[in-house]
């Protein structure tokens, strides 16, 4: 890749082990593609689309990265454990974690099924705790770790309707702090992004439609969603020796429509 622009070398990330949950599509996959760029190599996680684990990581390899895809399922601890082992198999290390898996399902609270709510905590609340208990040893074992959890402004204020998913954003915000003291004395920094509305595949249903467009960007004081892109770069940001003294922190990516100090 060759040598950074000097104002940028505090961005490169030659040499560190990343995985990205959920990095084929939407945040996951801009995320990955960041990294790339910075130098790091990729570990891609997915759970059903094999199509687009294989186009990310194509896509990846391009920056002159070594990419590994593995599917697994991190709302179980055994998927979680093959996703760690793996990426120590391949890589023997492991320097930066991305909790990005999730699912947006909702109910009005008395028609929620209980398959509903375990299978959007299992996946978000979950999936972020078996990945974390399975990564920090590897980092521990390093000397170092950034751990970015993406959580959403649901988790800060609530969300009507999507009640399970709220409970599972909060959990992620709590989760954090908790780790952020437990882990600096192990040079492991823990943030999270809370983004509000991005434009991504989650979200088509809501977005797709004009009128609804329209509706959800007047309430976003800069005007518009969020785009994949807008949300990664702070996730790089975080994984940067720029935030070297940053943990515990919940970064707040929604153009203004949640403003939480």
């Excluded at 060759?2 to 995320?31: E, S, Y």
Aim: proline share 3%; hydrophobic share 45%; charged share 20%.
């Amino acid at each position: 890749m060759g040598d950074f622009p000097n104002q940028l070398k505090d961005f490169d990330l030659r040499g560190r082990v990343a995985i990205v949950t959920g990095g084929a599509r939407g945040i996951g996959r801009a995320t990955a593609e960041h990294f790339a760029r910075a130098g790091a190599a990729i570990v891609i996680n997915y759970l059903k689309d094999e199509a687009a684990a294989k186009s990310t990581a194509a896509a990846l390899e391009d920056f002159g990265v070594r990419v590994h895809a593995v599917r697994a399922d991190v709302s179980e601890a055994r998927g979680a454990e093959k996703l760690v082992r793996e990426t120590a198999e391949v890589f023997g290390r492991l320097d930066i974690l991305v909790c990005n898996a999730g699912i947006w399902e909702g109910a009005p609270v008395e028609q929620m099924s209980e398959e509903l709510w375990d299978r959007v905590l299992g996946v978000n609340l979950r999936g972020t705790w078996t990945v974390c208990r399975q990564a920090v040893p590897l980092m521990k074992d390093g000397g170092y770790g950034r751990i970015v959890v993406v959580s959403s402004t649901a988790g800060q204020r609530g969300e009507a309707f999507y009640a399970g998913y709220a409970a599972s954003k909060g959990g992620q915000i709590s989760f954090v702090k908790s780790l952020a003291v437990e882990l600096a004395p192990f040079n492991i920094n823990v943030n999270a992004v809370a983004p509000g509305w991005v434009d991504t595949e989650m979200t088509s249903g809501a977005l797709g439609a004009e009128s609804g467009r329209a509706s959800i960007a007047s309430g976003i004081p800069l005007g518009r969603p969020a785009s994949p892109d807008d949300v990664a770069l702070p996730i790089l940001f975080l994984c940067s020796s720029w935030a070297r003294h940053i943990t515990g922190e919940v970064l707040n990516v929604n153009g203004g429509a949640v403003l939480c100090g």
